[in-house]
């Protein structure tokens, strides 16, 4: 049987951070209420008994804006229109400040067994500067009270390379939010995105160059790793079993589809994009797609993905550029950037901090 | 008209002693261009002469003048240069003189150049008519420099019209000068046609259009003329005079007169500067004298940044060589750069010159060798090789000798900066040999100086040490013995040929040093570290390393935009095209520029 991810973009947000550079629109509850019934139509529209759906993720935005029960209809409906595994992975994204203990109890009884919460750093100096409206109390009882709900998959995200960022405030996040019963961590180097308030000269002028960026994220994975949370992507550590199942269907170039405003989908040999328009979408029977290839999962394309994860790229899967890849495996081992065992290349963690330029470097030039 | 009512003259000077701005007003005051046209350095109608306010190209036009004693008189103008390298433009321009207006400034006096083209005009047997320029500048001193002019030159110039360009003083003067002091052309209109090419240029619709100035006899439409070098033959379709902005079809010309042909000439190898023209029916016994041939001094390899358009970039130089005679080219390849060519120079503003007007005028993007000048080797084995790549440098176990080329420099100062001047000199590895007061407060330098010590900066620090003041001149002396070495530059441990130069071996340290720390500014930090090693023979003098980059990572989610991830690492891989790959080194175009310029 066919397997499948879904995932559900929800556009909300309480407030949009400064850093952010994703399709979201305030919170008012007429146009949710509407956003939910597409969503809903649109379940139904991909519908397909024979596909057995192992992963959805409901992502944002702040998902948890919406009410448990509006998450809770779209599961029935995923459950009624598809074959929905039994051990379905099923996340939802959630800012600390929505998690309430009975919200966490109701999210927790629709069927959602994993929680990203975005936490971002448990330093409140630097949470005030990424315009999160949560403090790290808010965000270490929010874990707790997941906890408490019976929530036994939760990963937190983390944000590094903040300016002024040093060595003992990123310990601290890394030591306070491991010492919590949670299994997974996104770790992203904050990155300033054309279109947001952060581009402007005095945030610029106050970032991490280069070095200090690569200090702290080797910091980071060294940290990481010696508590239990194994790197198994260029931006996620885990402990042994609770890698994302949904987010590895990306990196591994298997189904999944998007729904709601700005999400992407790669299904059937295509991958699409819905337009990041919410009354467009809300008004059409079925959210209109751009195409943004139909042909996806080449050479290129399979082996970048390949080798952002821990495991790599096995050569035997790219058999017709194997000569070329094997000419550049010495130089790149002599930097230290991978580790080869005569089939499988994989990037080390000095590899990863470079791994555009090693990836590039292995499949282009 | 007859002979005895044409005038042909030049103007020369120093740089920026105010030419041009004279020929603007020469235009004006003999109206032949209405004032609503005139626009300043008319005559300078590359961009690039009036960006940088200087003439390249030497120009020629026709005036019309009715002097005070009731008469009409042609002039024709020409245009010339007045920097060092552009020499032979000047001399050029002169053959087809009888006259040349000196113009020196009021308040500057006589420099390097005024002597220089002074010198070139007196050999061709001109009339000088000396004039002071700018006196309406409060630091003017006409009388100064007039008697200058006589003391130095040897000239009188007590009576020189004392004029202002810039506001249009005394012009008048001047015209009527030309048509008193300057002799009429001589030349039979009816011997056999004899007419010295000075200048051509290509015109996509016309073909090629030779400027030239009729010595004997007569051409005119329908002529079967014949450029007597080359032997080919072509049918006049016009000849004529050049107005200031445009060709005017006179349908003939006479011996005495400056004039331009058009014969529908396709083919730029068929016409040669300096040839003689001749009628093909009725042909005269021997050409012209013609002209001595210039000498490129300077080297470089020039390459298109883009491989692809080697092509575009040989036929640009050959237009440009039309228009420029004393432009060499001839291809070369560079493991480095690919395919290209090593192009001759008459100096470094040459250079310069002609790698901005290949830009821009045609539209290339150039990367530049450092320039080299032309070595003299003598083998072990007796045989005797001229050097003008580095590349090319023999193996110094085969050298018996090796020479290099001195310049005779001629500097003009104020008194003040002569301790500036030398000490400058004395790093050039120059010679000093004497030094003369022209009055109170300026003097005369001159020195020997090896050709490769000045062809990289020596005029902009002259410069820059007199505060501008300084003014300078060389001529070729010919080779001496050298302590020469071939120093190599090695990235990732391979010879980048293209970086490669010749030097005197004691400045061999310093300049390597100063060129590995350039490579390391000037070459990003990518995957693999970059070692950078200067050598000379087997021998590592300098180095440095750009470390690798360290952080190079896209780390953030984007809900499974994958497109997004890909389109970067496309965007990144389309970055590095402007990059030359040399081994697993990506080298920038400005690396291999910012080795031009040690000093800045």
Known sequence: MNTLGIYIHVPFCGKKCSYCDFYSVCYNKMQADCYCEAVLRNIRHYADKNTLVDTVYFGGGTPTLLTAEQITAFIDEIRKCFNLSEDAEITIEANPNTLKPEKLYNLRKSGINRLSIGVQSMNNDELKFLGRTHTSERAGKAVNDAIDAGFENISCDLMIALPNQSADSLAYSINTLTDMQIQHISAYILKIEENTPFNCKKILDIMPDDDKTADLYLQMTDMLNKKGFLQYEVSNFSKAGFESRHNCRYWKCLDYIGIGTSAHSCYKGKRFAVEPDLQAFINSPVQPVVITDDSPCGFEEFAMLRLRLAEGLNLNDVELHRKSIEKKIPPLIKAGYIKYNGENISLTEKGFVMSNSVIEYIIFS | ?600
């Open chain 2, 1 to 600: 008209m007859a002979n005895n009512k044409i005038r042909n003259f030049c103007i020369v000077a120093h740089i920026d002693h105010g030419k041009s701005t004279l020929a603007d007003r020469i235009l004006e005051k003999t109206e032949t261009v209405a004032v609503r046209d005139m626009e300043d350095q008319l005559l300078d109608n590359m961009d690039i002469e009036r960006e940088r306010g200087i003439t390249i190209k030497a120009r020629a036009v026709r005036l019309k003048y009715t002097a005070k004693d009731g008469e009409d008189y042609i002039f024709n103008l020409i245009d010339t240069p007045g920097h060092v390298d552009f020499n032979y433009e000047v001399s050029r321009s002169l053959v087809a003189c009888e006259g040349a207006i000196l113009v020196v400034d009021a308040s500057q006096g006589i420099e390097a150049q005024t002597l220089a083209n002074t010198y070139l005009a007196i050999e061709n047997d001109l009339e000088i008519v000396p004039v002071v320029n700018k006196i309406d500048l409060p630091s003017a001193d006409p009388e100064r420099v007039c008697n200058e002019v006589e003391n130095v030159i040897g000239i009188p110039a007590m009576d020189a019209p004392r004029i202002s360009a810039k506001m249009g003083t005394n012009i008048e003067e001047v015209l009527e000068k030309i048509v008193t002091d300057i002799p009429a052309p001589v030349g039979d209109t009816d011997k056999p046609l004899k007419a010295l090419i000075f200048d051509s240029y290509y015109d996509s619709y016309k073909g090629v259009i030779i400027y030239v100035r009729v010595k004997e006899g007569t051409v005119k439409v329908g002529d079967n003329i014949r450029l007597m070098a080359t032997g080919a033959v072509f049918t006049v379709v016009e000849a004529g005079f050049m107005n200031a902005t445009s060709l005017v079809n006179n349908g003939s010309l006479e011996a005495g007169e400056v004039g331009y042909i058009s014969a529908s000439i396709k083919s730029i190898g068929d016409t040669q500067v300096g040839d003689t023209v001749t009628n093909n029916d009725f042909p005269c016994d021997e050409p012209l004298e013609g002209y001595r041939k210039v000498n490129p001094m300077v080297f470089s390899g020039i390459y298109p940044a883009d491989g692809a358009k080697y092509g575009d970039l040989r036929e640009a130089l050959e237009k440009l060589q039309l228009n420029d005679a004393s432009l060499s080219f001839e291809p070369e390849t560079s493991v480095a750069l690919g395919f290209g060519f090593r192009c001759g120079f008459l100096g470094l503003l040459h250079m310069e010159i002609i790698q901005e007007r290949l830009e821009r005028e045609y539209n290339l993007d150039l990367i530049t060798t450092a320039p080299s000048v032309i070595y003299k080797v003598t083998m072990t084995n007796g045989e005797v090789q001229y050097i003008d790549n580095p590349t090319n440098y023999p193996d110094p176990a085969l050298i018996q000798t090796a020479e290099e080329p001195m310049v005779k420099a001629s500097i003009l100062s104020p008194s003040d900066y002569v301790g500036n001047i030398m000490e400058l000199c004395q790093d050039r590895r120059g010679i000093f040999k004497d030094m003369k007061y022209l009055d109170d407060t300026r003097v005369e330098l001159h020195y020997e100086l090896p050709l490769n010590e000045i062809v990289y900066d020596f005029f902009d620090v002259l410069k820059s040490r007199t505060k501008g003041y300084a003014s300078f001149d060389y001529e070729m002396l010919g080779y001496t013995p050298s302590k020469l070495v071939k120093l190599d530059i090695l990235l990732n441990g391979d010879i980048v040929d293209a970086l490669s130069f010749i030097i005197h071996t004691d400045k061999a340290y310093a300049r390597a040093r100063k060129i590995a720390e350039k490579l390391k500014e000037n070459i990003p930090r990518q995957l693999f570290e970059v070692p950078i090693q200067a050598a000379i023979g087997g021998k590592i003098i300098a180095r440095e390393t750009v470390k690798a980059m360290r952080k190079d990572v896209l780390a953030k989610c984007y809900g499974g935009d994958i497109t997004r991830k890909k389109k970067l690492l496309e965007k990144q891989k389309e970055g590095k095209k402007r990059m030359r790959q040399l081994g697993t080194v990506e080298v920038p175009q400005e690396a291999f520029m910012s080795v031009l310029k040690l000093d800045s």
